[in-house]
T-cell receptor, first 116, second 113 residues
Framework: AQSVAQPEDQVNVAEGNPLTVKCTYS??????LFWYVQYPNRGLQFLLK??????LVKGSYGFEAEFNKSQTSFHLKKPSALVSDSALYFC??????????????FGQGTTLQVKP | DSGVTQTPKHLITATGQRVTLRCSPR?????VYWYQQSLDQGLQFLIQ???????AKGNILERFSAQQFPDLHSELNLSSLELGDSALYFC????????????FGQGTRLTVV
């Protein structure tokens, strides 16, 4: 079974500092990996995805993620954090179901707190 | 705006009651997914439909059911509600490719009292 783990419940970082939110995965075959962000009382917003190709993926709002096959990781990064980045972040893997219609399996989520 | 519409946004109901949550997917998306988000369980996959047919089932209780209609909108029916069913229920939709992301609605916050 495919799974995703986010080892940190919360990450605290000062504004202007780089941030990393960790994600590791377990899949059979090639992984389809995604990051989503959820602001309070809102739905999940897509940030970026890794399907194939370059291991460094760039996404929305200045976020990027590094795919590492040997470490089965897909960490989310940003060079300089903003207070407005404070939110709940989810890593997900797409499970290959019948007819290429696989569901997303989510990690438990990591709360990012950026302090001024 | 993700293009996925969920109604109602909020729902307060009593234990033992039945409610229906509605989801309209993005134009052109054939897949609809339902997720439950509670504080202690994270995002739990409930069920997936593709072009009107059930495609995958997660940890969905027998008291819960769903369907996708010919116009592709979907409904999640929750019956014999219990206090523990209080949660945020999300609908998501996507195109039928593994390399495409799913887009989420704003969710329906269900409170069972």
């Amino acid at each position: 079974a495919q799974s995703v783990a986010q080892p940190e419940d919360q990450v605290n970082v000062a504004e202007g500092n780089p941030l990393t939110v960790k994600c590791t995965y377990s899949v059979s075959g090639n992984p389809y990996l995604f990051w989503y962000v959820q602001y309070p009382n809102r739905g999940l917003q897509f940030l970026l995805k890794y399907i194939t190709g370059d291991n460094l993926v760039k996404g929305s709002y200045g976020f990027e993620a590094e795919f590492n096959k040997s470490q089965t990781s897909f960490h989310l990064k940003k060079p300089s954090a903003l207070v407005s980045d404070s939110a709940l972040y989810f890593c997900a893997v797409r499970e290959k179901g019948s007819g290429n219609t696989g569901k997303l399996i989510f990690g438990q989520g990591t709360t990012l707190q950026v302090k001024p | 705006d993700s293009g996925v519409t969920q109604t109602p946004k909020h729902l307060i109901t009593a234990t033992g009651q039945r409610v229906t949550l509605r989801c309209s997917p993005r134009s052109g998306d054939l897949s609809v997914y339902w997720y439950q988000q509670s504080l202690d369980q994270g995002l739990q996959f409930l069920i997936q439909y593709y072009n009107g047919e059930e495609r995958a089932k997660g940890n969905i209780l027998e008291r819960f059911s769903a369907q996708q209609f010919p116009d592709l909108h979907s409904e999640l029916n929750l019956s014999s509600l219990e206090l523990g069913d209080s949660a945020l229920y999300f609908c998501a939709s996507s195109r039928p490719d593994l390399n495409t992301e799913a887009f989420f609605g704003q969710g329906t916050r269900l409170t069972v009292v």
